[in-house]
């Protein structure tokens, strides 16, 4: 791994990690009524699309952060969803 795989891997880091604390704010809270679902929809599919990316170039780094991002957005969107019709 060269010094410009680690700096993918923090830069894919800190936007990765930028949506854990929403996450938990919601699971405490059990409260989404401000939280856009059209925004993470959109959001998630660029994921999926920067996975896809990632794959076609081999590019270790887009994968790894986009895949772990894809898992917690898929939470919020989850989240936002079941909590929405309470």
């Known amino acids: 791994m060269n010094y410009i795989d680690i700096i993918g891997l923090f830069a894919g880091a800190c936007i990765t990690v930028s949506t854990i604390p929403q996450i938990l704010k919601i699971w405490k809270t059990k409260k989404v009524k ?3 679902l059209k925004t993470f929809g959109i959001l ?3 994921i ?9 170039k081999k590019d270790l780094p887009i ?3 986009n895949s772990v991002s ?3 957005n ?3 969107v ?3 969803i079941y909590y929405e019709k309470e």
């Open 34 to 36: 401000d939280i856009s």
């Open 44 to 46: 998630t599919f660029g």
């Open 48 to 56: 999926v699309v920067w996975i896809i990316y990632g794959v076609l």
């Open 63 to 65: 994968i790894i952060t």
């Open 70 to 72: 894809l898992c917690l």
């Open 74 to 76: 898929l939470v919020m």
């Open 78 to 80: 989850y989240f936002i």
